[in-house]
């Protein structure tokens, strides 16, 4: 027990030492004005370069992950269907796809579907 805890302690120390020194090694100190702003072939910028976000597209891309995800944990319900028995395989793949169903009508009802509002 008391070599486990030693060992941690030199880990955890080595760790922070190593953490301690690349942040200070990689400090920049010059803060000059013209390397902060963004590039545009050596021009001004024509215009702001911080746009605001789409609110929207990230609406869709997170029903999109969401739904990507779900299709993914589909996919093993092939793989089982020659192990278990096939009311209950029925039954699970049944009601996983009527949750995914049930998503899917409450997002177009929402009318987060919609894209030109």
Known sequence: MFIILTLAIILITLAT????LASL????????REK??????GFDPS????????LRFFLIAMIFLIFDVE?????PLALT???????????VAS???????VGLYHEWAQGALNWAN
């Open 95 to 101: 009601s996983f796809i009527f949750i995914l169903l």
């Open 81 to 91: 269907i020659n192990s278990t028995p096939n009311m209950w395989w029925f039954a």
């Open 25 to 32: 090694l990689s400090k920049k100190d010059i803060n000059d």
């Open 36 to 41: 902060s702003t963004p590039f545009e072939c």
């Open 71 to 75: 299709i993914a944990l589909l996919l």
């Open 47 to 54: 215009s702001s370069s911080r746009l605001p976000f789409s």
């Open 17 to 20: 030492v190593v953490m301690s």
